[in-house]
Structure formats: structure tokens, C-alpha cells
């Protein structure tokens, strides 16, 4: 059987260049900047000397545990329902997979404040359920065990791009990479 083997942070340069283009249009000199999905800070470390004119302060989370006092160690979606979102002028979810249930935590908190997210689908994987929903499929369709999710997938896009709609969000930037079995979305989400 083979293993899906997770390449932390490729495409660095478009992940640079949308984070890049969602400070300037932010248009502040000094940030405040939860990292929901922070790893070792590559990619905000790499922006501290992308935009060096901008203070970048960022608090990250992760479920890793790492020496970093910048870095809370836990679930992101438990430590940000603890978290006054709003101080803050910009929110990365960085994820491995489908970040809907953060996205839907920073719309309920912080609805004014921009997300830069990366979306991950692997081909044939399935489509959350939530995602689904929100595009009007009926819950008795969205059990994995009863109906193939491969069908969803050709309008996987439009199925997130409905749920960050229903979220609030009435803008977004993005550029999709295809890597061998998975097709990525950087992007950025407005009000």
C-alpha cells in the first residue's frame, strides 16, 4: 500500500506572494498574526524577510510540541475558540487538508478579520461533509459508506467557494498548484 508522504511548505514562493499581497492591502506597518498551522514558523520566519518594513508579531499553534515560546502546543481549533480573535490583523491556515472547521471559527469570531489558507484535496479523497451541506447536497448523500465522495470532487472548488460564501466571505484570491495525486489552493478570503 502506499503512503502518501506530506511535503511541508512546497510552493513556498506563491505562499509568500499571497501572505505578501494580504499585508499590503492590510496596509499597516506593524501586524499582529495568528498561525493556526505553525509548524517551525518557515513561512512566517521567510516573511520577516520578504516584507523587512513590516513588525510581523505572530502567535502560532500546533499540535507538535517545540521550543518556542511564540508557539501554544495543542489543537488549533480548541486554542482558538480560547482566543480573543479580533486583536489580531491576520489569520493563516496553513493546513494540510481542508481547513473548514477553523475557517468557521474565524467567521463566527472574527468576521472583519482576513484569512490566507492553503486547501489541500487529494483527487479521490472525500469532500467533508460540511462542505456538502452547505452546497445543498442532502445529509443522506454525504455518508462515505453509502455514496463514493470521487463524484463531488469535479465541483470540490465550488463546494468551498459556496461554504466560505455562507461563512461571510465575499472575496477571494487564489492560485491552485496540481502535485502528482493532489491539487492545492493558496488563497486569501475577504469580507
Aim: with cysteine; charged share 25%; net charge positive.
Amino acid at each position: 500500500m502506499r503512503r502518501q508522504v506530506l511535503t511541508p511548505n512546497s510552493h513556498l514562493s506563491t505562499k509568500l506572494r499571497v501572505r505578501k499581497e494580504a499585508l499590503e492591502r492590510i496596509g499597516k506597518s506593524e501586524v499582529h498574526v495568528l498561525d493556526a498551522f505553525a509548524g517551525q514558523e518557515i513561512v512566517w520566519g521567510a516573511m520577516r524577510r520578504v516584507c523587512p518594513d513590516i513588525n510581523i508579531t505572530t502567535l502560532g499553534i500546533d499540535k507538535a510540541k517545540y521550543l518556542k515560546p511564540s508557539i501554544i502546543m495543542g489543537d488549533n481549533r480548541k486554542v482558538m475558540k480560547g482566543l480573543d480573535l479580533t486583536e489580531f490583523d491576520l489569520i493563516d491556515l496553513d493546513a494540510f487538508g481542508c481547513p473548514w472547521e477553523q475557517l468557521a471559527i474565524c467567521a463566527e469570531q472574527a468576521p472583519q478579520v482576513p484569512v490566507v489558507a492553503t486547501h489541500i484535496i487529494v483527487t479521490l479523497g472525500p469532500t467533508p461533509r460540511q462542505l456538502l451541506e452547505a452546497g445543498g447536497i442532502p445529509k443522506d448523500w454525504t455518508d462515505r459508506k453509502r455514496v463514493p465522495h470521487a463524484l463531488f470532487n469535479r465541483w470540490r472548488w465550488d463546494w468551498w467557494e459556496n461554504y466560505c460564501a455562507t461563512l461571510g466571505y465575499k472575496e477571494a484570491n487564489y492560485e491552485l498548484h496540481l502535485d502528482k495525486s493532489a491539487v492545492k489552493r493558496y488563497e486569501s478570503l475577504w469580507w
